[in-house]
């Protein structure tokens, strides 16, 4: 049970290049978010997703774009990258069907993606 | 403006020593509140979750208490040891939707 895995680890991008970061969980969770943290302030919500097919903005989606085609896998992807999404990505996931309620889940981490754009 | 305050910022304290980290937080309706730990380089690890009817949750040597009324939690570290030297981060999840509102985290450092 290898939890929450992120793809890459690493990644240093060039202004105007794409990535897509993979986000992979093996708990049958329903909901899985991409957040980011930057120094000093807390994790932002980029995009999450409540099940498979479905995804939604969260706080900060500009310059982002998501896919959920697999429960099991939440995608972020960047069409342009820009130096202000220098950053590290958190993934994370919540929700096995049958808990009591979703609301009050423990939501698990991945180990972060560090993102540079020069 | 963020609506999950944390103070202090950062603290260093001797192995052994207790210490206490705040959290206030302005999220309105509130569902839980969460206390993470986070490590260098790694993503954060619940520690706690607490509902609104709760006052006091611990976990191993870590307490955290929760004043609803006041909406104001705090995080109590008994006997520090050196692997609780992290982040500690206060979240709340609102009421109506899936999304968590983060602190931005209290860096504990802890000396021999």
């Known amino acids: 049970n290898a939890g929450v895995t992120q793809t890459p680890k690493f990644r240093v991008l060039k202004t105007g290049q794409s990535m897509t970061l993979l986000c992979a969980q093996d708990?049958?969770?329903?909901?899985m978010y991409w957040y980011r943290q930057d120094p000093g302030m807390g994790l932002r919500l980029i995009h999450y997703s409540v099940g498979e097919g479905t995804t939604a903005k969260g706080e900060v989606p500009d310059g982002y774009n998501v896919s959920r085609l697999k429960k099991q896998n939440f995608l972020l992807g960047l069409e342009s990258a820009a130096p202000s999404q220098t950053s590290v990505y958190f993934c994370?996931?919540?929700?096995?069907?049958?808990?009591?309620?979703?609301?009050?889940?423990?939501?698990?981490f991945g180990q972060g993606t560090r993102l540079t754009v020069v | 403006k963020n609506q999950v305050e944390q103070s202090p910022q950062s603290l260093i304290i001797l192995e052994g020593k207790n210490c206490t980290l705040q959290c206030n937080y302005t999220v309105s309706p509130f569902s839980n509140l969460r206390w993470y730990k986070q490590d260098t380089g790694r993503g954060p690890v619940s520690l706690t979750i607490m509902t609104f009817s709760e006052n006091t949750k611990s976990n191993g040597r870590y307490t955290a208490t929760l004043d609803a009324d006041t909406k104001q939690s705090s995080l109590h570290i008994t006997a520090s040891q050196l692997s609780d030297s992290a982040s500690y981060i206060c979240?709340?999840?609102?009421?109506?939707?899936?999304?968590?509102?983060f602190g931005a985290g209290t860096t504990v450092t802890v000396r021999a």
């Open positions: 994370a996931s919540s929700y096995e069907p049958g808990q009591t309620h979703a609301l009050n889940t423990e939501a698990f």
């Open positions: 979240v709340v999840s609102l009421g109506d939707d899936y999304k968590l509102s």
């Open positions: 708990m049958n969770h329903e909901y």
